[in-house]
């Protein structure tokens, strides 16, 4: 049995992520979406809200039969001997992600020389999502229902409405 993680903040997860997670569910045994604390990223939710966000997300699909959802707070490698992983899952929209990716894959490789990180690029038709765009957009009102599951978009807006 073959298991990945995908780590990320997450805040929110979108369509972009979605389409990560699916490809990857084929690929993989078990995907582990690991939600990071990342408060250096200064997210606009809670870490517990962005796990129910996930969850909430992918209830009804077929992802959940091999998905496991969880949040931590410390270094990725930690996480992937925790959980006896040593495959990590990035997305990649653009050029530009992939000099950040590469490196941390390769302080990752340099911390832990077991663990291989796997560049999944993001099919064409979400390459332009990020979750920092959702929440522009959706601050100045505008329509986030093909960014995003219809689901979570009340969420979204609540919480916008709210800061």
């Not at 606009?44 to 699909?61: A, D, I, Y």
């Amino acid at each position: 049995m073959i298991k990945a993680i995908y780590p990320g903040t997450f805040d929110p997860i979108t369509v972009g992520h979605i389409d990560i997670i699916r490809r990857a569910t084929s690929i993989f045994d078990e995907l582990i979406i690991a939600i990071a604390k990342n408060d250096s990223k200064n997210p606009l939710f809670s870490l517990e809200e962005r796990k129910e966000l996930v969850l909430q997300s992918l209830k009804g699909s077929s992802l959940t039969s091999n998905v496991k959802i969880i949040t931590f707070d410390g270094l990725l490698v930690e996480l992937a001997k925790e959980h006896n992983t040593k495959v990590l899952i990035r997305g990649l929209r653009a050029v530009s992600d992939f000099e950040y990716e590469f490196q941390m894959s390769c302080m990752n490789a340099k911390l832990n020389s077991d663990i291989q990180t796997i560049f999944l690029a993001a099919s064409d038709n979400v390459q332009f999502i990020s979750s920092r765009f959702v929440k522009q957009i959706a601050m100045l009102n505008g329509d986030i229902s093909s960014l995003v599951t219809k689901d979570i978009i009340p969420k979204i807006k609540n919480k916008i409405s709210n800061l």
